[in-house]
């Protein structure tokens, strides 16, 4: 079957090995590393507050102080490490960060004070800052490459992307669930050994190749990328995006404690976000492949914020149950469509804006940006949370708020991607 028919937007089918079988031969170890970065690293971080509290010993400040470095450490210094991919090129960057994440799993199995603790978890977060936008980068290169060739397109391989880190995303704590059976720190070394063979692979099949701006100054990559002023933009309204999805986090399980009177069934939500994902995101990515970034993404943003409206329409009704559940199981429903719409193409216009260049530094920045974004995101839903009422109509202000946040950027990047043309 010829590569035109497999990219028709009209079909609608479960193609993930399809998909994966087309991939270049680094396009597939790019993506089923991306999936084996999230296995290992979800079998580890979920479980590591219980650990430290209760293994340890760690007051709950501490242990806000340990998970806030860690976040810093990997999501504040993407720039850092795609800067470096740009220079040094992608394979020794990718390594390195391997290395370190190593590093830092077999640290913190056998961490026994807060200092041993910190330091492990700077190196896990540091090395996810050296190898993600190194591997996104990759990504973007050899996509560009394969669909120039007449191959898989960009956007589809970033839609495969999506799929992998999924279902890392889902299978990893459930590995960690087994794991933490025998003992949290078998969880860390079982971790750090994914890693050891995600190094081995890489050695053996990544392409090296010099980073093509090794001799420009330092910080001419930080300069190119602030003065692209379309990108700055496009970048902080993307940041909304990262808001909204953390409030899986945030507002999700206060919804599904105030409806079901505890978090056990918490879970499933996410069990439906990752099926919903891995079985749609490349059919929805096909369907809407004719269609001009100005139009799709807006309405997926649009429909971001439809799922946190529609949560808070419901509010005053203050439904209890399984059809308390209701609500929420739709926001998350609505929250990955409005991703699966949205993203593949979102990342795929990074390489334009950039004009093919300092792609690291470029996927790097928005990373990071998208992480303070967060920060003061879900700072300012928290004073909102404990400022509104929690009956009636008040319950429904932290979830408008919310919607705000992608709303602004329906309207931001309408005006950004008018300059596209």
């Not at 999924?166 to 969880?187: C, H, Y």
């Not at 308390?324 to 990342?347: D, K, N, S, T």
Request: proline content about 5%; aromatic content about 10%.
């Amino acid at each position: 079957m010829s590569s035109k028919t497999d990219r028709s937007p009209t079909r609608w089918r479960w193609s993930f090995l399809v998909d994966l079988r087309r991939a270049t031969p680094t396009v597939r170890l790019l993506v089923l590393t991306q999936m084996t970065f999230n296995i290992g690293f979800f079998m580890v971080l979920p479980y590591l507050s219980v650990h430290l509290t209760g293994d340890l010993g760690l007051g709950a400040a501490l242990v806000g102080v340990v998970l806030g470095i860690r976040t810093f450490s990997q999501q504040g210094l993407f720039f850092v490490g795609g800067t470096l991919a740009d220079r040094w090129g992608i394979k020794p960057v990718v390594l390195v960060g391997c290395a370190l994440r190593v590093l830092g799993f077999v640290g913190l199995a056998f961490a026994d004070s807060l200092p041993a603790v910190l330091i492990a978890t700077v190196a896990i977060g540091f090395a996810a800052a050296l190898f993600s936008p190194a591997v996104e980068s990759a990504v973007a290169i050899e996509a560009g490459k394969s669909e120039r060739d007449g191959g898989p397109t960009r956007v589809e391989s970033f839609a495969l992307m999506s799929v992998c880190s999924q279902i890392g995303s889902f299978t990893g704590p459930l590995v960690g669930s087994v794991l933490l059976l025998v003992d949290f720190r078998i969880a860390c070394l079982v971790a750090a050994a994914i890693f050891v063979l995600v190094i081995a692979a890489h050695v053996r099949w990544l392409p090296r190749e010099r980073g093509e701006h090794r001799d420009d100054p330092w910080l001419s990559g930080w300069t190119d990328v602030v003065r692209n002023r379309t990108f700055v933009l496009f970048a902080v309204a993307m940041s909304a995006q990262l808001v909204a999805y953390n409030q899986l986090y945030l507002l999700l399980p206060l919804e599904v404690e105030r409806a079901w009177g505890s978090q056990t069934v918490l879970g499933w939500f996410f069990a439906i976000s990752a099926v919903l994902v891995v079985s749609a995101q490349l059919p929805i990515t096909r369907r809407v492949a004719g269609v001009s970034p100005r139009v799709t993404l807006p309405i997926g943003f649009a429909v971001m914020a439809a799922s946190f409206a529609l949560v808070a329409a419901t509010s005053p009704l203050e439904l209890q149950g399984v059809v308390g559940l209701v609500p929420a199981a739709l926001f998350v429903l609505l929250l990955a469509l409005g991703q699966m719409i949205a993203m593949p193409q979102a990342r795929d216009l990074v390489p334009r804006m950039a004009a093919e260049r300092r792609l690291g530094s470029y996927y790097g920045f928005m990373a990071s940006l998208g992480g303070i974004g967060v920060l003061i995101g879900s700072t300012a839903l928290g004073v909102v949370i404990d400022a509104a009422p929690d009956t009636g109509w008040g319950a429904a202000i932290p979830w408008l708020v919310a919607a705000l946040f992608p709303i602004a950027s329906v309207i931001g990047l309408r005006l950004v991607l008018a300059r596209l043309d």
